[in-house]
């Protein structure tokens, strides 16, 4: 959870050095359209990626590890494939 806990403690800063106007809005809204990117991808429950490690946390806490391991799979070449 390191990467989408850095986007949420970036975009708090961000969003503090823009209320001190230390930076333009049109900087502001150019760095926020990019930080939102990375964070909703970076949560997309497909495997490599943070939310799809995540995913497997939450099934490896209810399932057999052999089961979450393949639901896991099965579950990110579902959303990838969409």
């Known amino acids: 959870i390191a990467g989408p806990l850095f986007q949420i403690i970036f975009y708090l800063f961000l969003t503090f050095i823009y209320q001190e106007n230390l930076i333009s809005y049109q900087n502001f809204s150019i760095i926020e ?17 943070d939310g799809g490690k995540l995913l497997y946390l939450i099934f ?19 959303f990838f494939l969409i």
């Open 33 to 49: 359209k990019y930080h939102n990117l990375f964070l909703h991808l970076n949560l997309l429950p497909i495997y490599p990626l």
């Open 60 to 78: 490896q806490k209810f399932l057999p590890y052999q089961i979450s391991s393949k639901v896991t799979c099965v579950s990110s070449i579902i």
